[in-house]
């Protein structure tokens, strides 16, 4: 039996539960399929919230599909982007370990440029970071008139 939901009921705030999403999906909490399936049902509501320009952050906790607040979206959202970075960091740094001698030409080629490309990437990250969050100095004794 498959169950649906009208999408444009869903705000912010809102929670699919566990057992709603089992009845949607066809499938058991615990295994990889509903795993998937949360992701993609997750998925195919944030692209049909969006044709509608709704924009939302959607997660899933615990099997249950989130609709976040703006407070709690503006938390996970920086926190899944200073991941991303972190993921964008470790893979530079296997992609310095690779042997460029090992690869063809053209493959070395591309490498060399993707390397290029990551670094310059989290060169830029790093720089803006610390340029953002450096207050300029203020002085504070009193200056002469």
Do not use: W
Request: glycine share 6%; charged share 30%.
């Amino acid at each position: 039996m498959s169950i649906t939901i009208d999408i444009l009921d869903l705000t912010k705030g809102s929670v699919i539960s566990t057992e709603l999403v089992e009845q949607m999906t066809g499938q058991k909490y615990g295994t990889p399929h509903y795993d998937l399936a949360v992701m993609v049902l997750a998925q195919e509501i944030d692209q049909h919230l969006r044709r509608k320009d709704i924009i939302v952050t959607i997660c899933s906790v615990k099997g249950a599909i989130h609709i976040l607040t703006d407070e709690a979206a503006a938390l996970y959202n920086v926190r899944q982007s200073e991941l991303a970075v972190n993921k964008l960091s470790r893979a530079y740094g296997r992609n310095r370990a690779v042997e460029r001698k090992n690869l063809g030409e053209i493959d070395r080629r591309v490498h060399v440029r993707n390397v290029d490309l990551q670094g310059r990437m989290l060169t830029e990250v790093r720089r803006v970071r610390r340029e953002f969050f450096i207050e300029e100095h203020q002085r504070k004794t009193p200056g002469l008139n």
